[in-house]
């Protein structure tokens, strides 16, 4: 190694995506279309087994941590708007 070059060794490369509090993930679902996906796809309603299925894929999608009982709440928001959204 060159005398003044830095060594890689120690520096870490952030590659994860940023990490968003709670409160700023729910903003952030809130500004998708998933909400309102899942609504249309379950214009019916929908059982525990899809809400499971729900919060699964929010969480997959990168908005954790989240707190799904405020996802619950948005949910009906969008839910109450259906079949205008």
Same mark, same amino acid.
């Given at each position: 190694? #060159? /005398?003044? %070059? #830095? %060594?890689?060794?120690?520096?870490?490369?952030? %590659?994860? *995506?940023? +990490?968003?509090? !709670? +409160? +700023?993930? $729910?903003?952030? $679902? !809130?500004?998708? %279309?998933?909400?309102?996906? @899942?609504?249309?796809?379950?214009? =019916?309603?929908?059982?525990?087994? /899809?809400? $499971? !299925?729900?919060? =699964? /894929?929010?969480? +997959? /999608?990168?908005? !954790?941590?989240? =707190? @799904? =009982? #405020?996802?619950?709440?948005? $949910?009906?928001?969008?839910? *109450?708007?259906?079949?205008?959204?």
């Amino acid at each position: 190694m #060159k /005398k003044g %070059s #830095k %060594s890689k060794t120690g520096t870490s490369v952030l %590659s994860q *995506a940023p +990490e968003y509090t !709670a +409160e +700023e993930n $729910l903003q952030r $679902l !809130a500004n998708t %279309s998933i909400l309102e996906v @899942f609504v249309r796809e379950n214009k =019916d309603g929908w059982d525990h087994e /899809k809400w $499971l !299925a729900l919060c =699964d /894929k929010i969480t +997959e /999608k990168g908005y !954790a941590p989240i =707190d @799904f =009982d #405020k996802v619950g709440q948005l $949910l009906e928001g969008v839910k *109450a708007g259906y079949p205008n959204i």
